[in-house]
Nanobody, 124 residues
């Protein structure tokens, strides 16, 4: 059974930073791409960032491209999302997900396991 557990969310002021973590268990971590998605109230879940199993490739949504960094530590079975220069529109529940494949994937249907999410609120 694959389990994904996110942490690191919270309340942050506009312009601030957060680092989200996602600890994975249940299958060989390095063989699968990982992604971060987010869902704001009343909106659909949207892609944020993805990283390949080897960490060689990454991809970002345009909305976060210059403000986010996705990384992974395969020795710790953990993926991270660093968010900088946070804006109120970044407020959402952030979910990590494990892909069906080793490469970078940007659509929800390519992911087969999801965490429970961590709330990020950007407000003064």
């Amino acid at each position: 059974q694959v389990q994904l557990v996110e942490s690191g969310g919270g309340l942050v002021q506009p312009g601030g930073s957060l680092r989200l973590s996602c600890a994975a268990s249940g299958r060989t971590f390095s063989l699968y791409g990982m992604g971060w998605f987010r869902q704001a109230p009343g909106k659909e879940r949207e892609f944020v960032a993805a990283i390949s199993g080897t960490a060689y490739s990454t991809y970002y949504a345009d909305s976060v491209k210059d403000r986010a960094t996705i990384s992974r530590d395969n020795a710790k079975n953990t993926v991270y999302l660093q968010l900088n220069s946070l804006k109120p529109e970044d407020t959402a529940i952030y979910y990590c997900a494990s892909s069906r494949e080793i490469g970078v994937r940007r659509t929800r249907d390519r992911y087969d396991y999801w965490g429970q999410g961590t709330q990020v609120t950007v407000s003064s």
